[in-house]
């Protein structure tokens, strides 16, 4: 009879601490978000945002924003989303690839952006933090201090102890198993934490993490490979002809991107004159391009320009939102090497760099009522949001990733590497490249995977589950180009289904 109390007693205690949407409140409800501006309806699951601070001197603060599933919220993945960079906020996911809403320009221009629910949301499929990271970065900032200084090493401590703070608050999820993902330079980010998530693991660091793998989508990884990458890539799709492809083979003899010798760098020239047109992030995508200074005096800025061009930069994609886009990886054709990197806004002083603007995303953040919100600190505090900071220095200082890949992988921990085909800045050739270089055996060799009866893309599975995978016509933030295909290839392998 007292087992039977004990058990009614349990199931009493779980039905008081269960919300109706099946998440245990112990959550703090001064994180909870109510409502958002633009948006009219009700959530279709819970979400939370709010600051995390580490350390002391100086304190960091560390924004996010946390989607609750909303398939099975107490069983589905928790999975972190990083955006790359470095310096880049991850708020670029949650507005621009597989937030939980689709965001519509406002009418007239200026006014804020109206939100509908996203049907391709990761959140379909799993629990979802967004983190803006490191400190200095989006809505993230550092409390008394004027030294915006980081790296590969720090940032990824600084998400471990940002992590094991979170779970504290939202234990309820700590049964769930736990998964990074990230893309463009957290191909940087999502190893080295994971390599720091795991350490703590092995160190029983409270709590315990139920860590189970990562993902990473074109993801910088080691300066060789990525370096080597676009010129087969450019051949390989047809933007080089066999002639230029051939001269860059005999004067550079495979090194494409550290060469010295005038006559490979001659031939580099005739490959980076043909692609110099082109979108970087998408080579089928359209692009605002620099007209150069002089042209500039003529026309004044873009709102003075004809029609026909200022429409130049808009997308096929229903809502178009993302009508240029802001650097979120490196220069094609300079691979990221050891020191300290440059940030785009940085390199956007001294170079053109096409695609830049994300208007919509900006003129939403930076509204009070929205900051207020979703719990954000006032511009007094954080600056302006922007995509990408200029207030950090950032010293890539972990070297190749391919070391974190194999250590990871021996250790059992699933990898999916997944590259949009059609990305130049981070070419899938590179990433292919690297992959078969761990040497391990194929399972599946290369072949397409389905969607909706159409060949999605193409896959080939590693032993120590690893899996290569390419999104067929998808640039450089995949789920941004193909929200539906990613996220079939996202729920299923987070289910452990075969993609």
Same mark, same amino acid.
């Given at each position: 009879?007292?087992?039977?109390?004990?058990?009614?007693?349990?199931?009493?205690?779980?039905?008081?601490?269960?919300?109706?949407?099946?998440?245990?409140?112990? /959550?703090?409800?001064?994180?909870?978000?109510?409502?958002?501006?633009?948006?009219?309806?009700?959530?279709?699951?819970?979400?939370?945002?709010?600051?995390?601070?580490?350390?002391?001197?100086? !304190?960091? +603060?560390?924004?996010?924003?946390?989607?609750?599933?909303?398939?099975?919220?107490?069983?589905?993945?928790?999975?972190?989303?990083?955006?790359?960079?470095?310096?880049?906020?991850?708020?670029?996911?949650?507005?621009?690839?597989?937030?939980?809403?689709? #965001?519509?320009?406002?009418?007239?221009?200026?006014?804020?952006?109206?939100?509908?629910?996203?049907?391709?949301?990761?959140?379909?499929?799993?629990?979802?933090?967004?983190?803006?990271?490191?400190?200095?970065?989006?809505?993230?900032?550092?409390?008394?201090?004027?030294?915006?200084?980081?790296?590969? &090493?720090?940032?990824?401590?600084?998400?471990?102890?940002?992590?094991?703070?979170?779970?504290? !608050?939202?234990?309820?999820?700590?049964?769930?198993?736990?998964?990074?993902?990230?893309?463009?330079?957290?191909?940087?980010?999502?190893?080295?934490?994971?390599?720091? =998530?795991?350490?703590?693991?092995?160190?029983?660091?409270?709590?315990?993490?139920?860590?189970?793998?990562?993902?990473?989508?074109?993801? &910088?990884?080691?300066?060789?490979?990525?370096?080597?990458?676009?010129?087969?890539?450019?051949?390989?799709?047809?933007?080089?002809?066999?002639?230029?492809?051939?001269?860059?083979?005999?004067?550079?003899?495979?090194?494409?991107?550290?060469?010295?010798?005038?006559?490979?760098?001659?031939?580099?020239?005739?490959?980076?004159?043909?692609?110099?047109?082109?979108? &970087?992030?998408?080579?089928?995508? %359209?692009?605002?391009?620099?007209?150069?200074?002089?042209?500039?005096?003529? =026309?004044? +800025?873009?709102?003075?320009?004809?029609?026909?061009?200022?429409?130049?930069? /808009?997308?096929?994609? %229903?809502?178009?939102?993302?009508?240029?886009?802001?650097?979120?990886?490196?220069?094609?054709?300079?691979?990221?090497?050891?020191?300290? =990197?440059?940030?785009?806004?940085?390199?956007?002083?001294?170079?053109?760099?096409?695609?830049?603007?994300?208007? @919509?995303?900006?003129?939403?953040?930076?509204?009070?009522?929205?900051?207020?919100?979703?719990?954000?600190?006032?511009?007094? @505090?954080?600056?302006?949001?922007?995509?990408?900071?200029?207030?950090?220095?950032?010293?890539?200082?972990?070297?190749?990733?391919?070391?974190?890949?194999?250590?990871?992988?021996?250790?059992?921990?699933? /990898?999916?590497?997944?590259?949009?085909?059609?990305?130049?800045? =981070?070419? #899938?050739?590179?990433?292919?490249?690297?992959?078969?270089?761990?040497?391990?055996?194929?399972?599946?060799?290369?072949?397409?995977? &389905?969607?909706?009866?159409?060949?999605?893309?193409?896959?080939?599975?590693?032993?120590?589950?690893?899996?290569?995978?390419?999104?067929?016509?998808?640039?450089?933030?995949? %789920?941004?180009?193909?929200?539906?295909?990613?996220?079939?290839?996202?729920?299923?392998?987070?289910?452990?289904?075969?993609?």
């Amino acid at each position: 009879m007292a087992s039977v109390m004990i058990i009614i007693k349990q199931l009493f205690l779980f039905l008081l601490l269960t919300s109706f949407n099946g998440v245990i409140e112990a /959550a703090p409800q001064g994180s909870l978000v109510t409502h958002l501006p633009g948006f009219n309806g009700s959530f279709p699951s819970k979400h939370y945002s709010g600051y995390i601070s580490i350390g002391e001197s100086p !304190q960091k +603060n560390l924004f996010y924003y946390f989607v609750v599933s909303e398939r099975n919220p107490l069983k589905d993945p928790v999975v972190l989303w990083l955006n790359g960079g470095p310096g880049c906020s991850s708020f670029d996911g949650f507005v621009y690839e597989h937030g939980p809403f689709n #965001f519509e320009e406002g009418k007239p221009k200026g006014n804020l952006p109206r939100l509908h629910l996203n049907p391709f949301s990761w959140s379909k499929v799993s629990n979802i933090i967004y983190l803006d990271s490191p400190a200095g970065v989006g809505f993230s900032y550092w409390k008394n201090s004027s030294q915006h200084i980081t790296g590969d &090493v720090e940032t990824a401590s600084d998400t471990h102890t940002f992590l094991l703070q979170w779970f504290k !608050q939202f234990p309820e999820f700590l049964p769930n198993p736990f998964y990074i993902s990230g893309e463009s330079y957290a191909g940087i980010y999502v190893p080295t934490l994971a390599s720091q =998530v795991v350490k703590g693991i092995k160190n029983h660091a409270k709590p315990i993490i139920n860590f189970k793998g990562y993902m990473v989508g074109n993801g &910088v990884t080691d300066e060789s490979f990525d370096g080597n990458a676009l010129v087969p890539f450019a051949h390989g799709m047809g933007l080089i002809s066999d002639n230029i492809y051939k001269k860059v083979e005999a004067t550079c003899k495979g090194n494409y991107y550290d060469s010295q010798e005038n006559s490979c760098l001659l031939s580099l020239g005739l490959v980076f004159e043909a692609i110099s047109g082109l979108n &970087v992030y998408d080579i089928l995508e %359209p692009c605002y391009y620099d007209m150069g200074t002089e042209q500039k005096d003529k =026309v004044g +800025n873009k709102s003075n320009l004809p029609q026909s061009f200022q429409q130049l930069g /808009a997308t096929e994609r %229903p809502l178009g939102v993302r009508k240029r886009m802001f650097g979120r990886a490196w220069p094609m054709g300079a691979p990221v090497r050891d020191g300290i =990197v440059q940030l785009w806004p940085q390199i956007a002083e001294k170079i053109s760099i096409p695609c830049v603007d994300d208007e @919509v995303a900006t003129l939403w953040l930076n509204q009070e009522a929205v900051r207020k919100a979703i719990h954000a600190e006032p511009e007094s @505090v954080t600056g302006p949001w922007m995509l990408c900071t200029r207030g950090i220095r950032y010293n890539h200082d972990a070297g190749s990733m391919i070391p974190y890949h194999r250590n990871l992988t021996l250790q059992g921990y699933r /990898a999916l590497i997944f590259s949009g085909d059609h990305d130049m800045c =981070v070419p #899938f050739t590179g990433t292919q490249a690297w992959t078969a270089s761990l040497g391990y055996k194929i399972l599946n060799e290369w072949r397409a995977w &389905v969607t909706n009866a159409q060949v999605a893309g193409y896959l080939q599975r590693y032993e120590n589950d690893l899996t290569f995978l390419t999104v067929k016509g998808a640039g450089h933030t995949v %789920p941004e180009y193909k929200p539906q295909e990613a996220l079939q290839f996202y729920s299923r392998w987070l289910d452990g289904k075969p993609i």
